[in-house]
């Protein structure tokens, strides 16, 4: 004669086996819902397109390119006055500094350079009359080359001149042969080279 445990009639084994039945089936049957919905799902897409950067650039110029400022013949007492235009050709704003190399010390050293900025005119008269003095009366120049102003160190530096794109002004230059000098001077030549030097002001400190 079987017996039954207690609190386990085989008729609640019976219905514990077909609730377990029923509990897995749909255990399975959430299963499969679930990847059908997930199969199931719209889905969309967006693109931003053509993000285009382009960099921009430092360009300075200076005119005339050449013999901007000379004399032939000179004597003690003579000067000779002449405007160069400084432009920012570029897109960016930049600071410039200038800087003479001349091919002779003695004679470049006796003569004697003055450059002003706001000059109305860039005449003799004018040059005496106007205009805000950026560097001078001082030497031409030397063969291993002179800070008119500013620097070409990276940064800002005292005297720097600044542009913003597109403009431009004009320097006008002035230069001396005093009446003081000797006649050691006599026949003797020099040539000055002005060399501009640009780098962009932003992210420039």
Do not use: H, W
């Not at 889905?43 to 000379?70: K, L």
């Not at 350079?113 to 001078?136: D, E, I, Q, W």
């Not at 600044?162 to 030549?189: D, Q």
């Amino acid at each position: 004669m079987s017996r039954s445990l207690p609190g386990s009639l085989p008729g609640d084994r019976a219905r514990k086996r077909r609730l377990g039945v029923a509990v897995a089936t749909l255990a399975l049957s959430s299963i499969g819902l679930s990847s059908a919905l997930t199969g199931a799902l719209f889905t969309d897409q967006a693109t931003v397109a053509s993000n285009t950067f382009v960099t921009g650039n430092v360009d300075i110029s200076a005119t005339p390119a050449t013999a901007a400022v000379a004399l032939s013949g000179m004597a003690p007492g003579d000067q000779v006055v002449a405007p160069i235009t400084v432009a920012n050709a570029g897109s960016l704003q930049l600071r410039y500094a200038l800087r003479s190399t001349t091919t002779e010390n003695p004679l470049a050293a006796a003569l004697q350079l003055t450059v002003k900025a706001g000059v109305t005119s860039c005449t003799t008269a004018n040059f005496n009359a106007t205009g805000t003095v950026l560097y001078g009366p001082g030497v031409l120049g030397t063969t291993a080359g002179t800070a008119v102003f500013g620097s070409n160190v990276a940064g800002p530096q005292t005297g720097d001149r600044v542009l913003n794109a597109g403009i431009s002004e004009v320097l006008c230059v002035r230069v001396l042969l005093p009446l003081a000098v000797t006649s050691t001077l006599a026949s003797t030549t020099t040539t000055a080279t002005f060399t501009f030097d640009a780098e962009q002001v932003a992210n420039n400190p």
